[in-house]
């Protein structure tokens, strides 16, 4: 069955690092385009970045863009998000998700990750 | 930034029927892009209630049903149960510079 699992979370200073990782199984990884949406406690689901299935192409939301850095590694079925120059708005559960083949919507999510910003 | 708009709370007793609405804009769902639905029960990660308007994945109950017209769209719980309590949220691609996909600001769902 389909996996997602979330590592890399921890409580970091403002203007500090991260690197938010999520390891899939369950399904063939560089056939999928996958994403990171966020949600900062109590708060909705605020979408953050994506990239393609060949990691052609990415997209980020405003919010981070310049700051966060999506990447992923087929061989390791792993997917990544760079997080620099954290704020304290950047704190929440970030989740892995993937997209299905064909149309833009995320049909299997992960249990998330928290990033806590915080001095 | 939520560009989806849904009303922040809905109720009813156990059996009936809720709707919950999304409505958009030109850029997304008046742009023709399809609106999925996302269950959030409390403590637990998102999951996939609908799909491409009004699909439902396997296992989910028919007593959800979605619709989707012009700029908005609507969830509507039939025969509503305490397992339905939870957060609900849409999503749409939206085709403005700021970003590709967007949620709704999300609605609690609450079996009186």
């Known amino acids: 069955q389909v996996q997602l699992v979330e590592s890399g979370g921890g409580l970091v200073k403002p203007g500090g690092s991260l690197r938010l990782s999520c390891e899939a199984s369950?399904?063939?990884?560089?056939?999928?385009?996958m994403s990171w949406i966020r949600q900062a406690p109590g708060k909705g689901l605020e979408w953050v970045s994506y990239?393609?299935?060949?990691?052609?192409?990415?997209d980020y939301a405003d919010s981070v863009k310049g700051r966060f850095t999506i990447s992923r590694d087929d061989a390791k079925n792993s997917l990544y998000l760079q997080l620099n120059n954290l704020r304290a708005e950047d704190t929440a559960v970030y989740y892995c998700?993937?997209?299905?083949?064909?149309?833009?919507?995320?049909?299997?999510w992960g249990r998330g990750t928290l990033v806590a910003v915080s001095s | 930034q939520s560009v989806l708009t849904q009303p922040p709370s809905v109720s009813g007793a156990p059996g009936q029927r809720v709707i919950i609405s999304c409505i958009g804009s030109?850029?997304?769902?008046?742009?023709?892009?399809?609106v999925h639905w996302y269950q959030q029960l409390p403590g637990s990660a998102p999951k996939l209630l609908i799909y491409?308007?009004?699909n439902r994945p396997s296992g989910v109950p028919d007593r959800f049903s979605g619709s989707r017209s012009g700029t908005s769209a609507s969830l509507a719980i039939s025969g509503l149960q305490a397992e339905d309590e939870a957060d609900y949220y849409c999503?749409?691609?939206?085709?403005?510079?700021?970003?590709?996909?967007?949620f709704g600001t999300g609605t609690k769902v609450t079996v009186l």
């Open positions: 998700a993937r997209r299905d083949r064909t149309f833009d919507y995320f049909d299997y």
């Open positions: 369950g399904f063939t990884f560089s056939d999928y385009y």
């Open positions: 990239i393609s299935d060949d990691a052609a192409y990415t």
């Open positions: 030109s850029s997304n769902i008046g742009a023709g892009y399809e």
């Open positions: 491409i308007n009004s």
């Open positions: 999503q749409s691609y939206d085709n403005s510079l700021s970003g590709s996909y967007v």
